[in-house]
């Protein structure tokens, strides 16, 4: 047995993006929820949620990640 680090523990949210999470609606869904959790007001998340409507899945998946990447993995 080995004591570890705190920081070398996985953690976070995963989403696999080839389930039935990765569907576009579910992830725009996700994004409005991190938002208020994150203390964003209405016109920031509605930013965000319009820029992920106007782009085609992969411009959505990018604008995600980098919105809400420090805290979530998405997996192919």
Same mark, same amino acid.
């Given at each position: 047995?080995?004591?570890?680090?705190?920081?070398?523990?996985?953690?976070?949210?995963?989403?696999?993006?080839?389930?039935?999470?990765?569907?576009?609606?579910?992830?725009?869904?996700?994004?409005? =929820?991190?938002?208020?959790?994150?203390?964003?007001?209405?016109?920031?998340?509605?930013?965000?949620?319009?820029?992920? =409507?106007?782009?085609?899945?992969?411009?959505?998946?990018?604008?995600?990640? =980098?919105?809400?990447?420090?805290?979530?993995?998405?997996? =192919?």
């Amino acid at each position: 047995m080995a004591i570890k680090s705190k920081e070398e523990k996985p953690g976070g949210i995963e989403i696999d993006l080839t389930g039935p999470e990765g569907n576009a609606h579910v992830l725009l869904a996700y994004a409005a =929820r991190w938002g208020q959790q994150l203390g964003y007001d209405n016109l920031k998340i509605e930013r965000i949620l319009e820029e992920m =409507r106007l782009t085609d899945y992969e411009g959505l998946v990018f604008t995600l990640d =980098r919105e809400f990447g420090t805290f979530v993995t998405l997996w =192919r």
